[in-house]
T-cell receptor, first 114, second 117 residues
Framework: AQSVTQPDIHITVSEGASLELRCNYSYGATPYLFWYVQSPGQGLQLLLKYFSGDTLVQGIKGFEAEFKRSQSSFNLRKPSVHWSDAAEYFCAVAAVTGGFKTIFGAGTRLFVKA | NAGVMQNPRHLVRRRGQEARLRCSPMKGHSHVYWYRQLPEEGLKFMVYLQKENIIDESGMPKERFSAEFPKEGPSILRIQQVVRGDSAAYFC???????????????FGPGTRLTVL
């Protein structure tokens, strides 16, 4: 069965510092991978996605993620965090053989300090 | 092209009442998915529907919950005799037709926040 693990429940970084949010997935074949961001009380916004091709994926708001098949990881990065990036971040995986449903990680809450 | 629409955005019900959540997919999308997000948790898959057909309801609670996607009109997630534990955000997503060996991205709506008093 597919699963997604986000090992960090919450992370605090200083404004201007770099950020890396970890995501590990479990799936036998090539998955479709996503990162979403959710501000309190809001819906999901898609940051980026990986379907195939280049394993380094660029997204919106200066985010990028790298797919590493050997490590079953899809970590999200940003070189310089802004206070407005404080939110909850969800990694997700979807698969054809999984019935097309999207499996979400538990989320990582990002706090940004001045 | 309007995105996925959900209404109401906020819904308050007393214990024992019924809750009806509506989802209008994006134009041209024939597949709808419902997800539930409990407080402080990630989204959990509930059900996957095509027009007039439930494809996968493996995530639906066995009692009180039902979903439909009629030929005309929005998809409806219905919760009968709500309890406090049903308080959550319910998200709908839609996609174009899914094909064998291919995957079409799901687009999420803004969610309906259900509060049970």
């Amino acid at each position: 069965a597919q699963s997604v693990t986000q090992p960090d429940i919450h992370i605090t970084v200083s404004e201007g510092a770099s950020l890396e949010l970890r995501c590990n997935y479990s799936y036998g074949a090539t998955p479709y991978l996503f990162w979403y961001v959710q501000s309190p009380g809001q819906g999901l916004q898609l940051l980026l996605k990986y379907f195939s091709g280049d394993t380094l994926v660029q997204g919106i708001k200066g985010f990028e993620a790298e797919f590493k098949r050997s490590q079953s990881s899809f970590n999200l990065r940003k070189p310089s965090v802004h206070w407005s990036d404080a939110a909850e971040y969800f990694c997700a995986v979807a698969a054809v053989t999984g019935g097309f449903k999207t499996i979400f990680g538990a989320g990582t809450r990002l706090f940004v300090k001045a | 092209n309007a995105g996925v629409m959900q209404n109401p955005r906020h819904l308050v019900r007393r214990r024992g009442q019924e809750a009806r959540l509506r989802c209008s997919p994006m134009k041209g999308h024939s597949h709808v998915y419902w997800y539930r997000q409990l407080p402080e948790e990630g989204l959990k898959f509930m059900v996957y529907l095509q027009k007039e057909n439930i494809i996968d309801e493996s995530g639906m609670p066995k009692e009180r919950f039902s979903a439909e996607f009629p030929k005309e009109g929005p998809s409806i997630l219905r919760i009968q005799q709500v309890v406090r534990g049903d308080s959550a955000a319910y998200f709908c997503a839609s996609s174009p037709r899914q094909g064998i060996g291919s995957y079409n991205e799901q687009f999420f709506g803004p969610g309906t926040r259900l509060t049970v008093l």
